[in-house]
């Protein structure tokens, strides 16, 4: 007669152990994303000299403006589109911002029709400088741009300060994008 095996086999608690490390990374993502700010993305072309650009103008056919053209002054450079429901939301504090000429307000429209986007204009106010079009989307590729709405503050120097994406509120325009025009006022 031979004595019982009392070896347990090891499988069993191998479900219990995976089960063990998916708690655990679950655990460290919400401790991480703790953030209140959730919605923030940093971007990797913050300090970095905003991406060279040549795009046609949207009210004036023929023009092309280029990433130089604009050095020299700071600018705030919006994305929107006609077809964008956050665009029309942020629309009015894009304008009440403009009003206030702190800095040039310059319109990056994407991937949208031109009649749509002059229409769209026409009907809701046009707070933007100048509006640069990009039909099919490839210069929004350099400036990291994968949806709208998105905002970049722009030193005189060429140099992306600050984005923002989202609707811009009251709230971001004063608790963010003031505090990075006023170090660019301060001399």
Request: glycine content about 8%; aromatic content about 8%; charged content about 20%.
């Given at each position: 007669m031979t004595a019982p095996d009392r070896r347990r086999p090891r499988g069993r608690w191998l479900p219990l152990a995976v089960f063990g490390a998916?708690?655990?990374?679950?655990?460290?993502?919400?401790?991480?994303?703790?953030?209140?700010d959730?919605?923030?993305l940093p971007s990797p072309l913050?300090?970095?000299?905003?991406?060279?650009?040549?795009?046609?103008?949207l009210h004036e056919p023929g023009r092309v403006v280029t990433s130089d053209e604009l050095r020299g002054a700071p600018y705030l450079l919006n994305v929107w589109g006609s077809w964008c429901p956050g665009c029309r939301e942020e629309h009015a504090v894009i304008d009440g911002f403009a009003r206030t000429?702190?800095?040039?307000?310059?319109g990056y429209n994407w991937k949208d029709e031109h009649d749509d986007a002059t229409r769209w204009l026409e009907?809701?106010?046009?707070?933007?400088r100048m509006v640069l079009v990009d039909y099919d989307g490839r210069t929004a590729i350099d400036?990291?741009?994968?949806?709208?709405?998105?905002t970049f503050l722009v030193d005189g120097a060429g140099t992306i300060v600050w984005k923002y994406v989202g609707p811009m509120t009251?709230?971001?325009?004063?608790?963010?994008?003031?505090?990075?025009?006023?170090?660019?006022?301060?001399?």
């Open positions: 998916i708690a655990v990374l679950l655990a460290a993502g919400v401790w991480l994303s703790r953030n209140p959730r919605d923030a913050i300090g970095k000299p905003a991406p060279e650009f040549r795009l046609p103008v000429g702190r800095v040039q307000v310059i009907q809701f106010g046009n707070p933007y400036w990291g741009i994968y949806g709208a709405p998105e009251p709230d971001v325009v004063r608790t963010q994008l003031l505090p990075q025009v006023e170090r660019l006022e301060a001399p």
